[in-house]
């Protein structure tokens, strides 16, 4: 068996049971976050993030870039 998939197996693992973030799984299978993503889909992984976690997400995010926005009135 290829030694990519089978890292790749294991890191699916891990982050189904909450012991990685997806960009460090992606990471550790040598996979771009969304290649991950699309590893575990068909794997049968379903999200329980939902529409309004990312909402609340892009908020705070929003809220970041602003507060580190330079000030332009010089």
Same mark, same amino acid.
Do not use: I
């Given at each position: 068996m290829d030694k990519r998939r089978i890292? !790749? $197996? !294991?890191t699916a693992e891990l982050y189904m049971a909450g012991k990685t973030s997806i960009s460090g799984a992606a990471e550790d299978a040598k996979l771009t976050v969304p290649e991950m993503m699309d590893y575990l889909v068909s794997k049968g #992984? !379903?999200? $329980? #993030?939902s529409l309004e976690d990312f909402t609340r997400g892009v908020t705070v995010l929003e809220k970041k870039? !602003?507060?580190n926005k330079p000030d332009m009135k010089r």
């Open positions: 890292n !790749k $197996e !294991k #992984y !379903k999200s $329980e #993030y870039l !602003k507060q």
